[in-house]
T-cell receptor, first 107, second 118 residues
Framework: DIQMTQSPDSLSASVGDRVTITCRASDDIANVLHWHQQKPGKAPNLLIY???IMQSGVPSRFSGSGSGTHFTLTISSLQPEDFATYYCQQGSSAPRTFGQGTKVEIK | QVQLVQSGDEVKKPGASVKVSCKASGNILATLGFSWVRQAPGQGLEWMGG????????FYAQKFQARVTMTTNTSTSTAYMEVRSLKSDDTAIYYCVRDLEGGVAAYWGQGTLITVSS
């Protein structure tokens, strides 16, 4: 199975900050990497797929990059509604594993 | 857009079985199949397996292979997932998902809480 490791596990940031979350795969997954946002008590929501393609309706402050084994999710200017947990997910091979999640909290 | 509506929360005893349903509506032709993902209380997301619209092929994560069966009724665009021999650590929210190519978990149901307790 491909292992997905996110860093950090959690971070505290202020509104307006630039935030970067890293996801590493244990094997080459090309660009088959997707990012999901989950708010407390809610189902996850797809933000980015194919490493860098924004899902329809996602604000442009979110961006994704990377390929192979190293990927990043960047929020250019953190907004109050962005405080949530973020998960990366690989779709390259079954089982389609998720990272452990990164919780973004208010500083 | 695709909407997914799952069946209601359930409480089961250890050793019992549970079957969760998930009805899809909207532009489902743009998607490829159903997957199921679970989330134990306070924990992360765990992919359980999926089923293809194209040929009904199923693919399961190894740990669920023996206890889980995923099926679909294509005429009603409804997916089902049955978990047998429930244990307390199966207590979780179970989400159904509609996938895009590349294993993209594009659309999520609202979740079904399964509580396993004696």
């Amino acid at each position: 199975d491909i292992q997905m490791t996110q860093s950090p596990d959690s971070l505290s940031a202020s509104v307006g900050d630039r935030v970067t979350i890293t996801c590493r795969a244990s094997d080459d997954i090309a660009n088959v990497l997707h990012w999901h946002q989950q708010k407390p008590g809610k189902a996850p929501n797809l933000l980015i797929y194919g490493a860098s393609i924004m899902q329809s309706g996602v604000p442009s402050r979110f961006s994704g990059s990377g390929s192979g084994t190293h990927f990043t999710l960047t929020i250019s200017s953190l907004q109050p509604e962005d405080f949530a947990t973020y998960y990366c997910q690989q779709g390259s091979s079954a089982p389609r594993t998720f990272g452990q999640g990164t919780k973004v909290e208010i500083k | 857009q695709v909407q997914l509506v799952q069946s209601g929360d359930e409480v089961k005893k250890p050793g019992a079985s549970v079957k969760v349903s998930c009805k899809a509506s909207g532009n489902i032709l743009a998607t490829l199949g159903f997957s199921w993902v679970r989330q134990a209380p306070g924990q992360g997301l765990e992919w359980m397996g999926g089923i293809s619209d194209y040929n009904g092929d199923t693919f399961y994560a190894q740990k669920f292979q023996a206890r889980v069966t995923m099926t679909t009724n294509t005429s009603t665009s409804t997916a089902y997932m049955e978990v047998r021999s429930l244990k307390s650590d199966d207590t979780a929210i179970y989400y159904c998902v509609r996938d895009l190519e590349g294993g993209v978990a594009a659309y999520w149901g609202q979740g079904t809480l399964i509580t396993v307790s004696s």
